[in-house]
């Protein structure tokens, strides 16, 4: 795992490249740079040391032709029997970067549908001065980029393509942001850079032109699932269990976080069963935790043979931990801190790889989505007059989601449960609608499945990868995501719901695990890590909330924040509300004054 960060001058010599130490957080073990001999395309990598930790796996890299340099952020999880389909080759190391850059020698872009991984990276060909830029299927890795008229700039982080003192949020930025309590997920957030989609690529040539392409998902997806239900959970352990194991090639220590949740304990029993005592779990806890979840944690790791570790973090540590969070956003998110607090208690330890349970809820049905989506089906079928009658009658939770969306369709009506702000208030603010962007899932997909499109698009991509990413890079720590090993996802997102749904919570992923699973971990209510900050913003974080809130109505000229923190003081809002202005205004006034408030380097 690394930080990638690269120029393309089409004026000449590069002049004003952003400094690598911006991103050295990304990767403390190294750093290294390349420029081609016209000294106009720079590339530069910061190195987390996973795999061949020896020089061998140094980067930027060259393929033994010299031809191909790659600058390279992420896992290849398969990657040594890729190297099988290469036999001439004569390997300098045991690198997954080596095995990459000979794979797109050899293949070009055919050999991205033969990896299994998370990946951005980019990859200059000698032979006519391009540069190929390469992002994962589902964005578990970032990339960012700005294309101007003298030159064109990427990075695994934005922080390195803001321009100090003129950074101004675009509209949408703001609108889905005001939303959701996220950026958005591939268009602007800042006025020209934008995230490389997830699936994408992007060449860009020395006269100036670029071209870009979606490379996944293809006409392939999904089409090796059995539909017919016969051993259907024999198939899903099958493909859990594979995701896991594969995500265990290390040649340093390999941890995973355990909640005690459905997802987290079988990665963990699924890779203590592989590694017994070298794998370490952990479970983080506080004493102002609105619940334990310990002594179920402690029981999987029991039964998953682990090194067990709960790491309890004091009610001070905590409340700094939280400042530093906002302080480290690389982009603002209403819903970081708790990624931050774990990620760092875990590298803390000196653990460098982590292994996660998101993507179980996406995948399987467990979110409120996959109940509540379908019972409002009804609305697509009605004429509009109709429908402006009915949802004012509904529950007000449901009926502020939902008044003012014009088009009731499975991805809509997903994303729209998930708003913090209502449509008819947006028209209030003269703010837009805040409605995100998905791209059209797959034909093949059902219901349910499309629910799951939504929710990986609409929520997790956006919001909860990318806060996985920023929150532990920060920290130096690798976060592995198995549950969104691409086999795995297509797979079960073309399973029909009827084989998918059933009593209780992710009822095909439990039975796939029933006999491992302790009853306690699915016989009881969903819960999560959670923090007590309702009563912290009331309290102890007052002060920082309230400096925040007003830095954001101050910058963005906005009288919103400011209304919103009024009616939170009145009990009236839940704390995330007051919470995403308080995160974007910190943000902003580190824009604006990038000496003040940067914690990174401390």
């Not at 020209?192 to 392939?220: D, E, F, H, Q, R």
């Not at 809820?361 to 009658?389: A, C, H, K, W």
């Not at 939170?568 to 604006?592: I, P, S």
Request: charged content about 20%.
């Amino acid at each position: 795992m690394c930080g990638i960060l690269g120029q393309v001058s089409f004026t000449g010599i590069n002049t004003n490249v952003p400094p690598l130490s911006l991103i050295h957080h990304r990767g403390p073990d190294g750093q290294g740079i390349w420029t081609n001999n016209k000294d106009n395309i720079y590339l530069g990598h910061t190195r987390l040391a996973i795999l061949d930790t020896s020089v061998a796996g140094q980067q930027p890299m060259h393929d033994r032709s010299n031809r191909f340099t790659i600058s390279f952020n992420g896992e290849i999880y398969n990657h040594l029997e890729l190297r099988k389909l290469l036999p001439e080759i004569e390997w300098r190391g045991n690198s997954d970067t080596e095995t990459l850059v000979e794979l797109l020698s050899a293949k070009g872009l055919q050999a991205l549908g033969l990896l299994k991984g998370m990946f951005a990276f980019s990859l200059h060909d000698n032979e006519d001065d391009s540069l190929l830029l390469v992002r994962d299927r589902l964005g578990i890795k970032p990339l960012w980029y700005q294309h101007r008229e003298n030159d064109f700039q990427f990075s695994s982080e934005i922080r390195v393509l803001l321009q100090p003192g003129k950074v101004q949020l675009t509209d949408l930025a703001l609108n889905e942001y005001a939303a959701f309590g996220r950026m958005p997920g591939n268009e602007s957030i800042v006025e020209g850079i934008k995230a490389l989609a997830p699936g994408s690529w992007l060449k860009v040539m020395p006269n100036n032109t670029i071209s870009t392409g979606k490379w996944w998902p293809n006409s392939s997806f999904g089409k090796s699932m059995p539909n017919n239900g016969k051993d259907l959970s024999l198939r899903v352990k099958h493909l859990v269990t594979q995701a896991i194991e594969e995500h265990l090639i290390s040649d340093v220590g390999v941890g995973a976080f355990l909640s005690g949740g459905i997802d987290s304990s079988i990665v963990a029993l699924v890779a203590g069963k592989e590694l017994g005592r070298r794998l370490q779990t952990f479970t983080v806890g506080f004493p102002q935790g609105s619940f334990d979840e310990r002594a179920v944690a402690r029981k999987v790791a029991e039964k998953a043979g682990t090194e067990h570790n709960e790491l309890e973090i004091s009610g001070n540590t905590c409340l700094d931990w939280v400042k530093e969070a906002v302080f480290n956003l690389d982009v603002p998110s209403v819903d970081a801190i708790n990624t931050y607090i774990v990620s760092k208690a875990v590298r803390n330890t000196g653990l460098k790889v982590a292994l996660s349970g998101l993507g179980g809820d996406e995948l399987f049905g467990g979110y409120p989505s996959f109940r509540q989506v379908p019972l409002l089906q009804f609305l697509t079928v009605l004429p509009s007059q109709i429908n402006r009658r009915i949802i004012p009658l509904m529950p007000k939770r449901i009926k502020n989601k939902l008044e003012g969306l014009k088009d009731f369709t499975v991805c809509n009506l997903t994303t729209a449960r998930r708003r913090f702000t209502s449509l008819r208030h947006f028209e209030d603010m003269a703010e837009g609608n805040g409605i995100p962007f998905v791209p059209p899932p797959p034909p093949q997909l059902d219901m349910m499945g499309q629910i799951s499109w939504a929710e990986i698009h609409g929520y997790m991509i956006p919001m909860l990868l990318r806060d996985c990413d920023q929150m532990s890079m920060a920290v130096g720590l690798e976060i592995r995501v198995p549950f969104l090993d691409h086999w795995l996802v297509e797979e079960v997102l073309t399973i029909p719901q009827k084989l998918k749904k059933g009593s209780g919570i992710k009822p095909l992923l439990v039975k796939a695990f029933k006999d491992e699973l302790p009853l306690e971990v699915y016989n009881r209510p969903k819960q999560g890590f959670s923090l007590p900050m309702e009563e912290w913003i009331r309290g102890p974080l007052d002060e920082f909330s309230r400096e925040g809130i007003m830095a954001a109505a101050d910058l963005l000229s906005m009288s919103e924040p400011i209304r919103q923190y009024e009616n939170f003081q009145r009990g009236l809002l839940h704390w995330t509300r007051v919470w995403q202005w308080c995160v974007l205004g910190h943000w902003l006034v580190k824009q604006k004054e990038p000496s003040k408030l940067d914690l990174c380097e401390k």
